[in-house]
């Protein structure tokens, strides 16, 4: 869906291969090697070419000047603040991971400017270079024409490991590129290039930072990274008319690792804000993307051919709609991405939504969805097409108020809060999410995710939610926020039904979305617990029964995070009394047991004790608990066991005196504590 509609079919072949970016010697990383003190440069529009550049009062003039040059291992260059060059600037040289080599500036004022003026393919330009800065400069490259162009362009060929490339602190704007249709949306250009080329050496980036720049007003993509070096999963080649090189010539995944896009700001882009392909283990965080895909459907951060990417603590907004499957989200895990990670973002009036999952070929599109606030995101909040799997939302709160937007847009009839485009889509589940909803947006209801214990207020409930709460969140003022740090409007009131509401989740990581930590037990529902707890991120507690197992379930079912894996004993030869012996991984404050079960009046526990482990004894805390289930359907209930006082404790045992055995067996879906 989103990948085809946003790139091909464009005509542009991408003027970078035939503007010296390709055909690079093969990049070697010497030992080191003695050589003299380390030096520093000035460059100064005043300065004078044959002086020797090291001091302010003998600075260099002109960018050819520095580019004649091959820097050593800690040497710096220095462009005087407040100066204007015009042209490229190509330093040759590399440093080490102990010394790199640093392009800066020096003074006070202004960011030096490099100019481009559009007659040059990156305005700034490393070619096959390792361990060198780039920081400090302001960056452009626009003229008068439509040629895509690049501010800061990064490139290895055939290089092997290429370490310690970082480009932090610039001002990158004003990039030239087509203003409308596909070739405004061509991922090898843009503000920050990152490229990975050749087909006989793979080659890779290690320890990749790009941080702390603003990247804006570019006629393509903000911030990319790429790599030929990208086959796998029946995914073969990137976009042969945009990337101007053959489907022929890529090979196969080979991902760059220690990616970090960190702390940029990411505003007004005609394609995509922020992107990384072909990585193992990126981290992108605390960034700040606003008014992307302004020239063509994109979606503001997005990833692909990756593993493991960590995607947190940034705030997307203003990514523009262009129609049904052209994407306009904040976040999307793209083709071949696995494990994905989403979590403590900030996503809000989004045009196009705030998650979209697709892939291409037979790879998948991976992620869990944590601990964001969505306010007034539109279109599909949630879109789930080709190969998108293993997708997992909870604890996140999504504010969709019916905006002019919305309300208005010819589209509206297509508008969806979860929107399945594709029959490959599978295990997708919503849990524990706050769901606001005055837009009256439909869900997906055919089988194809699973909804469990979410909050919905406003609009339709979704009927396979069979233990759905509804109602008020009673939040303390929704949305009303304008920047990631302030989300307190998020926050449960006192009387909430939200909270302690939530299934206990395994590895939840700890904390919410502004960093309170989480309970032992069980959370609030939504981003944001009203109270901190002790911030443990546990795999789940163990279990243990005297009854056995039947209809293949296993004792695991009762602490695994769903509603929907149940256990039960067998049908027959049951005896009461007998006990379930929950273990967890650290100590607990635990004041009440609360079981999930359905169809409870017949094969729900109606009796039973509740014993604490206290190191060496079982201390019986209440006695004969009577439980009564209301019905005997797939809805879930939930029944609560107060204890008579909090108890610190590392195993729960329920000695079942009594149970509904209408079937022979009794049965429970989760247990959990408070």
């Not at 029946?234 to 690792?257: C, K, N, Q, V």
């Not at 302030?486 to 590895?507: F, H, K, M, T, W």
Request: no cysteine; charged share 15%; net charge neutral.
């Amino acid at each position: 869906m989103a990948r085809s509609a946003r790139l091909a079919g464009a005509a542009l072949a991408l003027v970078l291969a035939g503007a010296g970016l390709t055909g690079l010697a093969r990049l070697t990383v010497p030992p080191p090697a003695a050589h003299a003190a380390t030096s520093t440069y000035y460059v100064d529009p005043a300065g004078d070419d044959t002086a020797d550049g090291r001091t302010p009062a003998t600075a260099w003039k002109s960018l050819g000047k520095v580019n004649a040059q091959t820097f050593q291992p800690g040497d710096t260059v220095g462009f005087k603040a407040g100066g204007q060059w015009t042209g490229q600037l190509a330093p040759k040289g590399s440093g080490t991971s102990a010394e790199p080599i640093t392009i800066t500036s020096y003074g006070t004022g202004a960011k030096p400017l490099i100019a481009g003026g559009g007659a040059v393919d990156a305005a700034v330009k490393l070619q096959n270079q390792h361990d060198i800065v780039v920081s400090g400069l302001e960056v452009t490259n626009t003229g008068s024409g439509t040629t895509p162009r690049i501010g800061i362009g990064v490139s290895a060929t055939d290089a092997g490991a290429v370490p310690g490339i970082t480009i932090r602190g610039n001002h990158v704007h004003a990039i030239q590129g087509a203003s409308s249709g596909n070739q405004s949306s061509n991922p090898s250009a843009g503000g920050i290039i990152v490229s990975a080329r050749g087909k006989n050496v793979p080659t890779y980036y290690q320890n990749l930072l790009i941080e702390g720049n603003e990247v804006a007003d570019s006629r393509s993509y903000g911030i990319v990274t790429w790599s030929q070096w990208m086959q796998r999963e029946g995914w073969t080649y990137l976009w042969e008319d945009l990337m101007g090189i053959p489907a022929a010539d890529y090979r196969p995944w080979t991902p760059s690792t220690g990616v970090v896009v960190r702390g940029n700001h990411v505003h007004d882009i005609s394609a995509g804000g922020i992107t990384v392909m072909q990585a193992a283990g990126a981290l992108i965080e605390h960034n700040r993307v606003h008014k992307t895909a302004q020239n063509h459907g994109n979606v503001g951060i997005w990833w692909a051919g990756t593993d493991d990417t960590v995607v947190q603590f940034n705030q997307v907004s203003g990514t523009k709609y262009w129609g049904l499957a052209h994407d306009g989200n904040a976040f999307d895990a793209d083709a071949s991405a696995h494990r994905s990670l989403v979590q403590y973002n900030f996503s809000h009036d989004n045009e196009g939504g705030f998650f979209i999952a697709v892939s291409t070929g037979t790879g998948p599109a991976e992620a869990t969805i944590r601990y964001n606030v969505s306010q007034g995101d539109a279109n599909q909040v949630f879109a789930l097409s080709t190969n998108a799997t293993n997708i997992d939302v909870y604890n996140n709160t999504i504010w969709v108020p019916l905006t002019p937007f919305i309300r208005d847009h010819p589209d509206r009839g297509s508008f969806s809060l979860v929107k399945v485009w594709n029959s490959s889509v599978g295990s997708v589940r919503f849990r524990n999410n706050v769901i606001h909803n005055s837009a009256g947006l439909p869900y997906n209801d055919s089988g194809k995710v699973v909804y469990d214990r979410n909050l919905y207020h406003g609009g339709p409930v979704p009927s396979r939610d069979k233990a759905a709460l509804t109602g008020d969140p009673l939040l303390t003022s929704p949305g009303t926020a304008t920047a990631i740090t302030g989300l307190a409007g998020y926050l449960p009131a006192a009387g909430s039904p939200v909270l302690r509401q939530g299934l206990e989740i395994p590895l939840d990581g700890g904390r919410d979305t502004v960093g309170t930590a989480l309970p032992a037990g069980m959370p609030d529902l939504g981003g944001l617990q009203r109270a901190a707890g002790s911030g443990s991120n546990e795999v789940a507690a163990s279990v243990a029964t005297t009854f056995g197992n039947g209809q293949s379930t296993t004792p695991a079912g009762l602490t695994d995070g769903t509603d929907y894996v149940t256990w039960a004993s067998p049908s027959s030869g049951v005896t009461l009394p007998g006990s379930i012996t929950l273990t967890y991984p650290s100590s607990r404050q635990v004041s009440e047991v609360v079981l999930a079960t359905h169809f409870g009046q017949g094969q729900g526990i109606t009796k039973l004790d509740v014993q604490t482990w206290n190191g060496s004894a079982w201390v019986t805390q209440v006695t004969d608990a009577a439980i009564t289930w209301a019905s005997n359907t797939a809805t879930v209930e939930r029944r609560a066991v107060p204890l008579p006082a909090a108890v610190a404790t590392t195993q729960v045992r329920l000695v079942v005196k009594a149970a509904n055995r209408t079937w022979g067996n009794l049965s429970v879906n989760e247990i959990t504590t408070r």
